[in-house]
């Protein structure tokens, strides 16, 4: 059970990683293509990576966000839930004072 764990969070470390270098190459060869014109954009190369490129920024950028509203909810869902005063509602005959004799 441990090494399962301690697996998946290696597991989540490599996918972050690799999210985080796939945003950061695609921003960098963005930026250093950005003065790009060419005449044949359809069979171009560097036109076919740039689109892909902004695919990838595009895509890893919209699940950040939903990652982070996601956790914006969960946490004040937490806060409110932590400020909520919990009391037993257990009712029995002898908390009621109930004579049980005959």
Known sequence: MKTTRMANRILALVAIFAAVFVLLSSNHYLTSHAAHHCDDSDHCPVC???LQCECAVRTISSGLI???VVA???KAAM???SFYNYQSVQTT???QKV???N
Do not use: K, N, Q
């Open 48 to 50: 076919s990576m740039m």
């Open 79 to 81: 806060v409110v839930v």
């Open 93 to 95: 005959l002898v908390s």
């Open 99 to 101: 004579r049980l004799d």
């Open 66 to 68: 939903t990652v982070a």
């Open 72 to 74: 914006l909810f969960v």
